[in-house]
């Protein structure tokens, strides 16, 4: 730890102009390890011409999500990725207007509303593995985005958007894409410039914009989803206007299905690939379920399941990482941040550390016990994100994973058919390519 808050922390060796840009750019998930590893709980580097300070230590990433959240905002670097897209909505917008939004958003996410969302999750999935045949192999997580997208528009928007997938599975690529290129190269060709990609982004968020309008023209103020909350809010209030409604339904629907997408995706193949893993989920699945839907109550006796749930997106976090921006000069950690800088904290960086976890890379769902989960450092797991920001869904993503896996379980084993994924970090940890994987009829 630096003695002189004034003095820059440690980190990799850099190129005049280009900084650390082609170390990033390489593989920037083994980057942000090396870096861990090598310079301590903060890190300097420096990444198309923009700082970055690297938090790495469970304890000052508590400080930066908790104790001093007030001074630090989403930032320049996240609006540039997604303010675009989700515009106002809870992902992206910052103080008094955020925690009233929140506010008015969070009874969707409440015990009563959750048990309520299960049937709808359960029995969705059962759709989605109708289609399976035995031995035949699936892109899963081509089948795990269609179904976290139906569930999310039916369970949170009352919509079905089955004719809608298409549009929205590319809109979504194209934000993905941008998210990509924008990480990589944080100083981006313009927006205005009509290249192909460009063209492309522009695209989606018109689609974008086109499917959240038709999912909002169908509500009416009182009838108890999202939209008709904010409709609402809006007669009662006149403060919420029919954009701030759109951003969102597009803020709701594309972090509502993606992360969770993922992390089913991900956990799958981690159970392809150790099936001796797999065996007590099925087991449990036979025990607990004997064939039938599961159901909001079953969840409690479901505990390898969420075991499962917990390890894959340890292994596998959804969200590799994020950053803030500070609002104010900070001293984190010995170091003095400074305005405007940018903080970035990995979930792939902590949730691998050996000093947290015994074989860190090594998928092993019955390490998540009660005497574990009390000994373990608060912000060494944080799918979620922490402190007031920390996502809004994430019982409603828990639930639903647990409730999907379970389903499938029940049904169906799964073998691999790439032992090995690559990944194209964007503002997600998206596969490089389909995770395909043979699934057998039990």
């Not at 580097?45 to 469970?58: I, M």
């Not at 007030?70 to 897209?85: I, M, N, R, T």
């Not at 917008?93 to 359960?122: C, K, S, T, V």
């Not at 941008?178 to 492309?200: H, Q, S």
Request: with cysteine.
């Amino acid at each position: 730890m630096a003695t002189d808050p004034s003095e820059r922390p440690p980190g990799p060796d850099a190129l005049p102009v280009v900084g650390n840009t082609h170390q990033f750019a390489g593989d920037p998930l083994d980057f942000y390890v090396e870096t861990a590893r090598e310079y301590g709980p903060v890190a300097y580097y420096e990444v198309g011409g923009e700082p970055f300070y690297q938090l790495s230590s469970p304890e000052l990433i508590e400080e930066l999500l908790v104790h001093r959240n007030q001074s630090f905002v989403k930032g320049d670097l996240f609006q540039a990725s997604l303010g675009d897209v989700t515009g106002d909505g809870l992902l992206t917008n910052e103080g008094e207007f955020w925690r009233r939004q929140r506010h008015r958003i969070q009874p969707a996410f409440g015990p009563d509303r959750l048990a309520e969302y299960a049937p709808i999750m359960a029995e969705y999935t059962e759709r989605t593995i109708e289609q399976w045949a035995d031995g035949e192999v699936r892109n899963v997580h081509a089948d795990m985005m269609q179904l976290t997208v139906e569930i999310a528009a039916t369970a949170l928007f009352d919509a079905d958007v089955t004719e809608m997938e298409d549009e929205i599975a590319d809109a979504l690529e194209a934000v993905m894409d941008r998210g990509e290129r924008r990480m990589k190269r944080p100083v981006d060709v313009p927006e205005w410039v009509p290249t192909p990609g460009n063209r492309r982004y522009r695209r989606s968020l018109d689609a974008l914009e086109r499917i959240a309008d038709r999912i909002i023209a169908d509500h009416e103020p009182g009838d108890g989803d999202v939209v008709s909350m904010l409709l609402a809010a809006s007669e009662a209030h006149d403060e919420v206007d029919h954009q701030l409604i759109r951003d969102e339904v597009v803020t709701l629907l594309l972090a509502g299905h993606e992360t969770t997408a993922l992390a089913l995706s991900y956990t799958l193949h981690l159970l392809a690939t150790n099936p001796e893993q797999a065996e007590p989920l099925h087991a449990e699945a036979d025990r607990v379920l004997d064939d039938r839907t599961p159901t909001h109550d079953d969840l409690d006796d479901l505990t390898y399941t969420e075991q499962v749930v917990e390890e894959g997106m340890r292994v596998r976090p959804p969200v590799q990482g994020f950053v803030r921006e500070a609002a104010e000069p900070v001293e984190l950690g010995g170091y003095r941040i400074p305005e405007g800088a940018t903080v970035s904290v990995q979930q792939w960086v902590v949730h691998r550390d050996p000093r947290w976890y015994d074989d860190p890379e090594q998928f092993r769902p019955a390490r998540w016990t009660d005497e574990m989960r009390s000994a373990l450092p608060k912000f060494a797991y944080f799918p979620f994100g922490g402190g007031p920001r920390r996502c809004i869904g994430d019982r409603f993503a828990m639930q639903e994973a647990r409730l999907a896996l379970a389903t499938m379980a029940r049904d169906y084993s799964f073998e691999a058919v790439t032992e090995e994924l690559s990944y194209s970090p964007s503002i997600t940890l998206r596969p490089d390519g389909p995770v395909e994987l043979r699934v057998h009829r039990r």
